[in-house]
């Protein structure tokens, strides 16, 4: 096997026997955009590559789950039969897929696979029974444009949710066989199938933690000199970044590429658990692994950070309580 490929399972069951059937799915292929990975649980089609994507640390969201009977361009507000407006973070991701895959394929791949993330169906639509106007809604409000908003015949949509304890993960998910359209930072051929992707994650995550947005950060260097990086995740004693992670590294790599002349110190500190020298080593292990994930993941120039470690040295609350000690497990990023 391939080593930087995973597979995509799903079961078809029949009378007889259940077969498996399985299609491969990339981390990170090499005709991905830049800057873009896939959603943190979530598979990608064979072959399929990153061609666009936004997030968003906050944001208000409609889920169709009823068809799209009417779209108001100037207000860009969609006439909807069942709907869910919810709020959280968002992210939104293009696929192209290779010729040759058709849009009933593609998305009945991912509707196998769903249940195996977790995810429950809502609702399901295909062709004109998603509505007259649903190209222009999903042209309106994520990346794509054109290119998913002037081909619906072919289309297929599928609204899903993955509930984890207070925390909800919705999907929003629309493919289409392309047929007509321009976007000058996508190129596709007539037939070939793309694939939009929109997850929104609400409620309070298992760790109560909200990653500090990009905004916020440029905010508090100027205003304080330094930054708690909420959301950078390890395992207990590793230096491995933890995939729930990812949100908090988006925002820090949005910043540093807002402000390119701005050079950073990653410092990272621990508890008073363990021996001295076990925590000093953990510490600077953390930051340099942040470090490393600008600058392999979002292209951030390395000479631009530096990691530090402080080990158990600086602490923000008392190390006598379970809280106190998870307070002082933390990256803090500082000015150079």
């Known amino acids: 096997m391939i080593p930087n490929r ?8 029949s009378l007889a026997a259940a077969a498996l059937l399985a299609f491969t799915a990339q981390r990170a292929a090499a005709a991905d955009k830049a800057g ?3 959603f943190d649980g979530m598979m990608r ?11 968003r640390n906050f944001a208000e969201y409609t889920l169709p789950t009823g068809k799209i009977t009417g779209f108001d361009s100037h207000t860009n507000e969609a006439e909807i039969e ?4 919810l709020e959280g973070r968002l992210t939104q991701l293009l696929y192209t897929v290779p010729k040759g895959a058709s849009s009933a394929e593609v998305f009945r791949s991912y ?4 249940p195996s993330a977790g995810y429950r169906v809502l609702y399901e639509a295909k062709g004109p029974a998603f509505g007259v106007s649903q190209g222009s809604f999903f042209e309106s409000m994520g990346p794509g444009g054109q290119i998913v908003g002037y081909s619906p015949d072919q289309s297929r949509y599928l609204a899903a949710v993955k509930e984890d304890g207070a925390a909800k993960t919705y999907i929003a998910l629309y493919i289409v066989e392309y047929d007509d359209g321009y976007n000058p930072m996508v190129t596709v051929e007539k037939g070939q199938v793309v694939v939009r992707l929109d997850a929104i994650q609400t409620g309070e995550l298992k760790n109560g933690m909200v990653p500090v947005s990009a905004t916020e950060i440029a905010k ?14 390890f395992d207990f004693n590793k230096s491995q970044l933890k995939p729930d ?3 908090a590294l988006d925002e820090i790599a949005s910043f540093l590429k807002q402000d390119p002349a701005r050079k950073v110190y990653l410092v990272g500190h621990t508890d008073n658990v363990g021996g001295f020298d076990s925590n000093m080593q953990l510490s600077q292990a953390r930051a340099d692994a942040v470090a490393a994930d600008l600058v392999t993941t979002y292209g951030i120039n390395a000479a631009r950070l530096k990691g530090h470690g402080a080990g158990p040295l600086a602490p923000i609350a008392s190390n006598v309580t379970d809280e106190g000690r998870a307070k002082n497990r933390r990256v803090e990023l500082i000015p150079q």
């Open 245 to 247: 992670s990812r949100p």
């Open 111 to 114: 509707k196998d696979y769903l």
């Open 220 to 233: 508090r260097l100027d205003t304080s000199g330094q930054v708690i990086l909420s959301g950078i995740l």
């Open 36 to 38: 873009c990975r896939d």
């Open 45 to 55: 089609f064979q072959n399929s590559a990153i061609a666009l994507c936004d997030s």
């Open 82 to 85: 069942a709907k869910q407006d």
């Open 6 to 13: 995973r597979k995509f399972v799903h079961t078809a069951v």
